[in-house]
């Protein structure tokens, strides 16, 4: 079974930095990467498909990115709205998806 | 608007059975494969199982196949979890989710997620 492993687990930032979180796949899964944004009590907004592309309405300043079985999402000029628990999701294998643990992104 | 409502969660205890239902709309619902994801308590997301647009193909996680039977009614838009051999680990809220894909027989990714409804196994 493919392993996602996210970190760091939590990141401690304050408003206006550029933030980068990691992604790691067990094995290739080529481009077949999502990252969602879950803040408390709501479900989880789709961010990121295709390891890069963006969903519908998702801003610039959030850009995904990938070498290998390294994933990156990248928040530039963090606003307070964007504090939340940012999840990966691997869709290459055929019959399951597998997501990540989570990294917490919280004010510094 | 796409909206996706739960029901059927409560409490059981240990070996018990729960039916979960989704009901959707605002989207051609029989094109969509449809997914339940659970959250623990304070935990992360868990991709509990699958089902293709038509139906025809059903997809489980390793931790409740044997136990759990996800189906649909194209014609009532709605996707269902039979959940059999309830255990402790399974308390979570359980959401339903679409799968952006259009025509997917299998699961990718999902862009739009029901507010979950909570499954708390105890005695």
């Known amino acids: 079974e493919i392993v996602m492993t996210q970190s760091p687990a939590t990141l401690s930032v304050s408003p206006g930095e550029t933030v980068t979180l990691s992604c790691r796949a067990s094995?290739?899964?080529?481009?077949?990467l999502a990252w969602y944004q879950q803040k408390p009590g709501q479900a989880p907004r789709l961010l990121i498909y295709g390891a890069s592309t963006r969903a519908t309405g998702i801003p610039a300043r959030f850009r995904g990115s990938w070498s290998g079985t390294d994933f990156t999402l990248t928040i530039s000029s963090l606003q307070s709205e964007d504090l939340a628990v940012y999840f990966c999701q691997q869709y290459n294998d055929w019959s399951s998806v597998i997501f990540g643990g989570g990294t917490n992104v919280e004010i510094k | 608007e796409v909206q996706l409502l739960e029901s059927g969660g409560g409490l059981v205890q240990p070996g018990g059975s729960l039916r979960l239902s989704c009901a959707a709309s605002?989207?051609?619902?029989?094109?969509?494969?449809m997914a339940w994801v659970r959250q623990a308590p304070g935990k992360g997301l868990e991709w509990v199982s699958g089902i293709s647009g038509s139906g025809g193909s059903t997809f489980y996680a390793d931790s409740v196949k044997g136990r759990f039977t996800i189906s649909r009614d194209n014609s009532k838009n709605t996707v269902y979890l039979q959940m059999n051999g309830l255990k402790v680990e399974d308390t979570a809220v359980y959401s339903c989710?679409?799968?952006?894909?259009?025509?997917?027989?299998?699961?990718?990714?999902?862009?739009?997620w029901g507010q979950g409804t909570l499954v708390t196994v105890s005695s």
């Open positions: 605002g989207f051609p619902f029989s094109g969509h494969a």
């Open positions: 989710a679409k799968d952006r894909i259009l025509g997917g027989a299998r699961p990718h990714y999902f862009d739009y």
């Open positions: 094995q290739s899964i080529s481009s077949n």
